[in-house]
């Protein structure tokens, strides 16, 4: 038994041991021509120490099991930590040796999947996990290929190579979602053998291409500083082009959140489209591209950076985690989605920015601590907590999967936006800017703060940075306490008692304790450009494919016009607006603007467009199902006329 299992952990390690032809064709600068006995040399030095210090319970974790998570209760048995140190010391090398585990060819875990691909578990039954999901494998793979071009890693170069060739593949697999060229990139996930999923399920997910295009990114612009645009040019270009024109194209199509239960818009969807859109920019902007994509994905990453905007509620103090929820779906918003947000749109150099919601932003922070509040009172796990104690937290609070529990990765993420938070303000020594935003948050930690600037250095400062780190790490633990002492990660864990639940050794759960661990370590994060952006002075929701006005922020010869109607819809409807202007789209249905805006006011819909000034004008709403469908509205076309130049107009209507 044990030969076997140790077998298993040597299947895992060849993940980073696989040879790739055409890499080495395209990237010589990247390939030592050491030979392979020094490469395990090298393996077992810098590797595989770290999997002595568990080795007990990584024989366990890779014992291939491919089932929901183990009712074996010494399974269930947990280690007891009193400092996340000690956690990452057990943690770390399982986590890591777990999520190679999960990914093909070779994974010890990996149910046979394709090369390149990551399974989202190896439970293959209440629940089946064995697919492949776009976005939790693209997660995975920004964590890896992060390792890479950091230089923590050097020998994950091929695994990259194979995952880059899967999403390549994946790309032009036609599936229920549409084709390569009409929708099928929106598929949220595909057989572990790349073929695709036909069975019903909430679709289309638009996070998963912006997700794919960021990780990409990441290691394009590594191999350009190291000289080797030829690959990115001939291998990686096409397949961002695809995955960010879909971006262009979709954002402002509705589709389904990132727990594939709301179909409306997701925060969480509309921030990483506009990281990647950023992203892919700036790398266009680099391989001196000539096609015109930097103008159309410039105006559509301000378009999108605007609506982001719109999810945050003033009223309720919090990020509202859906709007336009076309199916009926109606809940407080409180979502881990905002955390996740936050985690993964981070961007070191911004600050606390809180246009793009930046971990120590105060409209991050007010979020957080609502988020967390959530769960105090829901759940008997957290029953024993003093007031303003770390939790365990969830998904929701509505949450009803599995009976509704917390999950490993939610809790992690709490604890990673208060780290990126500190490292923020260590690094730029301007102090912790506390507004009237964040207030809530801080007094939580001293019921004394005010509005104010605690100064870098001060006493106050340092005392309340303490506080707040030992909070994260306060959370981290929590979910330590609910690990196994295996170390394996399982989806959830009980709302009652802690109990390992779902689907077992997910692979988001090992990709987000070591996201997290690195973020306490303080280890550097990419910039995305998110320092530099101004929101402009007026919005629309207008795609590529549609007129939707100026938003370039100037006046000149232009008005505004805020159009708001009332109509109720049901599951998978949506509101749009046309008209006879180009800003309106010239009656074009496939180009209409929308979804108008429901955020705190449904019933009502709006948008607000840039139109000639003084200009009379005709239009309509118009209905669209989700299967695409349109029903305009009865009677005779709208009219009405726009202000004078540099002036705004509301329209208050009513369905008919």
């Known amino acids: 038994m044990q030969s076997s299992q140790l077998l298993k952990a040597s299947k895992a390690e060849q993940f980073v041991d696989q040879s790739s032809s055409s890499l080495q064709r395209d990237t010589p600068l990247l390939h030592s021509s050491a030979s392979s006995s020094i490469f395990w040399s090298k393996m077992r030095k810098n590797f595989l120490p770290m999997l002595v210090s568990a080795v007990v319970s990584c024989c366990l974790l890779l014992s291939g099991s491919s089932g929901a998570t183990p009712a074996d209760p010494q399974l269930e048995k947990r280690l007891s930590y009193t400092a996340v140190s000690d956690f990452k010391a057990f943690e770390y090398p399982v986590a890591l040796a777990g999520l190679y585990a999960n990914i093909g060819p070779n994974g010890a875990k990996d149910g046979g999947a394709a090369s390149g691909v990551v399974i989202a578990s190896p439970s293959n039954s209440n629940p089946d996990y064995l697919y492949t999901w776009i976005r939790d494998a693209s997660l995975v793979y920004k964590y890896i290929i992060d390792r890479y071009v950091s230089g923590r890693d050097t020998t994950l170069l091929t695994g990259i190579n194979n995952f880059v060739a899967s999403m390549g593949r994946i790309q032009q697999v036609s599936n229920p979602s549409g084709t390569v060229s009409s929708g099928g990139l929106g598929e949220p996930k595909f057989l572990i053998n790349e073929a695709a999923f036909t069975g019903g399920w909430g679709r289309p997910q638009r996070d998963g291409p912006a997700l794919r295009a960021t990780a990409i990114i990441t290691f394009a612009n590594y191999l350009i500083s190291q000289s080797n645009t030829t690959y990115v040019r001939n291998t990686l270009w096409p397949i961002l082009l695809l995955d960010l024109n879909y971006v262009s194209n979709n954002w402002n199509s509705t589709g389904f959140d990132l727990w594939e239960e709301v179909n409306g818009a997701s925060f969480f969807t509309t921030a990483v489209q506009h990281r990647a859109l950023r992203q892919g920019i700036a790398l266009a902007t680099a391989l001196g591209d000539t096609t015109g994509v930097i103008a159309t994905w410039t105006t559509q990453a301000q378009n999108i950076f605007c609506f982001l905007q719109s999810y945050w509620s003033a009223s309720s103090g919090y990020i509202v985690a859906n ?42 922070l007010a979020n957080l601590k609502i988020y967390v509040d959530a769960f105090r009172s829901i759940w008997s796990i957290n029953s024993a907590a003093a007031a303003g104690a770390a939790v365990a937290t969830g998904r929701y609070p509505e949450d009803s999967y599995y009976g509704g529990n917390p999950w490993y990765l939610t809790t992690f993420a709490v604890s990673e936006q208060l780290y990126r938070a500190i490292q923020v303000w260590d690094s730029l020594g301007q102090g912790i800017n506390i507004t009237s935003i964040s207030l809530p948050f801080f007094q939580q930690f001293n019921s004394a ?159 607000t467009v840039t139109v000639p000034a003084a200009t009379s004008f005709e239009y309509k709403y118009i209905r669209k199902s989700s299967t695409g469908a349109v029903t305009w509205e009865s009677g005779s076309n709208r009219v009405s006329t726009s202000a004078a130049a540099g002036g705004s107009t509301t329209l208050n209507d009513t369905w008919k």
């Open 323 to 364: 709007v336009n929820p076309g199916n009926g779906a109606i809940r407080s918003g409180k979502d881990a989605n905002t955390v996740l947000t936050s985690i993964h749109t981070f961007d070191p150099a911004a600050g606390c920015d809180s246009k793009t919601f930046q971990p120590c932003s105060d409209k991050a």
């Open 449 to 607: 703060a005010v509005v104010g600037n605690l100064a870098a250095g001060s006493t106050a400062y340092t005392t309340m940075k303490t506080a707040i780190l030992n909070w994260a790490d306060a959370f981290a633990l929590v979910a330590a306490k609910y690990t196994p002492s295996t170390g394996a990660l399982s989806e959830q864990y009980s709302k009652s008692d802690g109990t390992p639940l779902s689907a077992s050794d997910l692979t988001w759960s090992y990709a987000a304790v070591l996201t997290m661990f690195d973020a306490r370590d303080g280890v550097t994060a990419e910039s995305w450009g998110a320092a530099s952006l101004t929101l402009p002075s007026t919005c629309s929701t207008g795609s590529s494919g549609g007129g939707g006005g100026d938003t370039g922020g100037g006046t000149g010869s232009t008005s505004t016009v805020t159009f708001k109607v009332t109509a109720t819809t049901v599951w998978g409807e949506n509101i749009y607006l046309t008209g006879n202007i180009a800003a309106l789209t010239n009656w074009s249905t496939s180009s209409a603007l929308g979804p108008l805006t429901n955020t705190n006011t449904y019933p009502v819909w709006w948008v």
